[in-house]
C-alpha cells in the first residue's frame, strides 16, 4: 500500500511538472518584460501602488493585447484588451487561481471560489436574495445607515481642515451589510472600537495580500509554520464562530415559526440574507447545507463590503474633485427630497447622473482593477496557443483605461454612460462588475447602496478635495486609496 502511495505521488507530481513546462513554452511566445532566472518580474513590478499602475499602462501601450508576467519562476498571461478577455470568460474558465486557494479557509466554496455543477446549483438558489423585492426591503438599511453617516460628518463641516473620508465610507458599508446578511446592529460608525468581525475580515483581507507580496508564503507548509499563516487560521475560525452561532439561531427561530411560537420580535423581523438562504430549494426540494450558507454568508460580506466602500469613496472624490458635476447630481437628487427625507425604491430609477457619475469613478478607479482565471482546457489567445493549467489575469483596470478605447481616458466624463454612449460600446470594455454568467450577482444591491449614500450626502453637503492631500491609488485585491481620501465639506446653504 505505501509503495502504491508513493507511486501514485509520483505519478502526479510528473503530470504536474510535465503541465508546467507546457505552460512555460506555451507562454515564452508571448511578449512581456524581462523576467530575472529566479524573480521574474516580481520585484519591476514592485507594491501595487500607482507607480505599478503607470508601469503596467505602459506595458499595455507596449504589449498591447497579451503578454506575459512572471512571477518567480511561474508565468501569468496578462489580458488587457477586450477581445481576449471576452474569450477567456465566454469560455467559462474556472475562477481557479493562487489568491482563491489561499482564501478557501475562510470562504469555503462561496459563490467567488466554486465552479462547476456546485456553482450553477448555489448561483441559482441565491438569485432569490437579489430579487427586486428583497432589494427594495434593504432601502431603509441603506437611509438609516446613510443617516448615521450624514450626522458624524457634522463634526467636520465648515471646519477650514480637511479630513479623510475613507475610514467613514469603510464603516457605512460594514453596517449596511452586516444587517443586511446577518441582522446584525452594532454602532461601528460611531464607537472607535470596531466590532470583532469587522476587524477579523479586515485582518484577514490584509494577511491575504500580505501573503501576495511575500513569494516564500506562496509555499503552503512554510505558511502554515509562519506567525502570519497561525493568525490567519485563527481568524478563519473566529469568523466561522460568529457566522455559525448566528446560522444555528436563525434556524431555531425557524422551528419557533413551525411551532407557532415565534416572538412578537421575530415576527416583525426584515427577511435577511440568512434567512432566505435557510428557506431556499432547487428543484430537488433540496436546500442549502449550513456550511454552505456560511461559505456565502462570508463570501458576500468579503465581497460586498470593501468593494461598495471602494467604488462609494472614490464617487465622492471625484465629486469633490469635479464640482460642475457635483452640481449637477445635487440638482437630480434636489427633486426627490422635495418633500420628504429618505430615498425610496421608485426614486432610484430617476437618479440618471448619479448613475453615469457612479459608473465613470468605477471605469476610472476600478474597483477590482484584475481578476484571475484558470484554463481548464487549451485555447487560442491572441491568436496563439495557450495550453490547458495556464493562469490569466484579467486587467480589468487597464480595459477601462485603454487610450484606443476611451478618450481622453485619464479625465471624468459622466457623459460616456448615458444611454446612447452605453449603446455603441462593447460591454467587454467595462466590466466593473464583471461579465458573463459569472458576473456580480449583488451588483444591483452594491449600485443602489451607493445611489443612496450619494443622495443623502450630497443633500446635506458641499463637497471638495484637500489640493494639498491628493488619494494616490494603491491596487490591492480591491482598489483603495493609498493615503486617504481627503475632503473638506460645507453645510447647504439651503435644505429642504
Not at 29 to 44: D, V
Not at 307 to 325: P, Q, R, V
Request: glycine letters at 4%.
Amino acid at each position: 500500500m505505501v509503495i502504491s502511495s508513493v507511486f501514485s505521488v509520483i505519478i502526479k507530481r510528473r503530470k504536474y511538472i510535465s503541465q508546467y513546462f507546457r505552460i512555460r513554452k506555451a507562454l515564452q511566445h508571448f511578449p512581456g518584460p524581462k523576467p530575472h532566472w529566479l524573480f521574474g518580474n516580481i520585484f519591476q513590478l514592485g507594491k501595487p501602488n500607482e507607480n505599478r499602475i503607470k508601469l503596467i499602462h505602459n506595458h499595455v501601450k507596449k504589449y498591447d493585447k497579451c503578454y506575459t508576467y512572471w512571477f518567480g519562476i511561474f508565468p501569468v498571461l496578462i489580458c488587457s484588451h477586450r477581445g481576449a478577455a471576452k474569450s477567456i470568460i465566454k469560455a467559462s474558465v474556472p475562477k481557479e487561481s493562487w489568491i482563491g486557494n489561499w482564501m478557501r479557509p475562510w470562504l469555503g466554496h462561496g459563490l467567488i471560489l466554486a465552479s462547476g455543477k456546485r456553482w450553477a446549483r448555489n448561483r441559482k438558489l441565491l438569485t432569490s436574495v437579489f430579487h427586486f423585492h428583497n432589494l427594495k426591503s434593504y432601502l431603509k438599511v441603506y437611509n438609516e445607515c446613510a443617516n448615521v453617516l450624514v450626522n458624524k460628518w457634522r463634526q467636520y463641516a465648515d471646519m477650514p481642515h480637511s479630513f479623510d473620508e475613507h475610514p467613514d465610507i469603510k464603516m457605512l458599508s460594514f453596517d449596511i451589510i452586516l444587517q443586511c446578511v446577518f441582522s446584525v446592529k452594532t454602532d461601528c460608525q460611531i464607537n472607535k472600537t470596531h466590532h470583532p468581525y469587522l476587524t477579523a475580515v479586515q485582518q484577514l483581507t490584509r494577511l491575504v495580500i500580505d501573503r501576495v507580496l511575500t513569494l516564500h508564503h506562496y509555499i503552503d507548509w512554510i505558511y502554515l509554520i509562519s506567525t502570519k499563516g497561525k493568525r490567519y487560521y485563527d481568524l478563519c475560525d473566529a469568523v466561522h464562530s460568529f457566522a455559525d452561532q448566528i446560522i444555528q439561531k436563525r434556524v431555531e427561530n425557524l422551528r419557533s415559526h413551525k411551532d407557532n411560537k415565534m416572538t412578537d420580535q421575530q415576527k416583525h423581523k426584515r427577511i435577511d440574507f440568512i434567512d432566505i438562504l435557510l428557506t431556499a430549494r432547487d428543484e430537488t426540494g433540496q436546500g442549502l447545507k449550513l456550511r454552505e450558507i456560511r461559505d456565502e454568508a462570508h463570501t458576500f460580506m468579503f465581497a460586498g463590503y470593501d468593494t461598495t466602500a471602494s467604488a462609494l469613496g472614490w464617487t465622492l472624490y471625484c465629486l469633490a474633485k469635479y464640482g460642475e458635476h457635483q452640481t449637477k447630481v445635487r440638482e437630480e437628487i434636489d427633486v426627490i427630497f422635495k418633500d420628504k427625507d429618505d430615498v425610496e425604491w421608485d426614486d432610484l430609477s430617476s437618479l440618471t447622473y448619479t448613475t453615469m457619475c457612479i459608473k465613470e469613478a468605477m471605469r476610472l478607479y476600478t474597483t477590482v482593477p484584475s481578476v484571475e482565471r484558470k484554463l481548464n482546457r487549451d485555447m487560442t489567445i491572441d491568436n496563439k496557443f495557450v495550453p490547458a493549467g495556464t493562469t490569466v489575469r484579467i486587467y480589468l483596470h487597464a480595459l477601462c483605461n485603454r487610450e484606443d478605447t476611451w478618450e481622453n481616458p485619464t479625465e471624468f466624463v459622466p457623459q460616456r454612460f448615458n444611454t446612447e454612449n452605453s449603446k455603441l460600446r462593447d460591454p467587454y470594455d467595462y466590466m466593473p462588475f464583471s461579465a458573463g454568467h459569472r458576473n456580480c450577482i449583488g451588483k444591483h444591491f452594491a449600485l443602489n447602496e451607493m445611489k443612496v449614500a450619494v443622495s443623502k450626502i450630497l443633500h446635506h453637503y458641499e463637497l471638495e478635495i484637500d489640493h494639498q492631500r491628493l488619494a494616490k491609488r494603491y491596487h490591492a485585491i480591491v482598489s483603495q486609496p493609498e493615503n486617504g481620501l481627503w475632503i473638506k465639506i460645507k453645510n447647504r446653504q439651503r435644505i429642504h
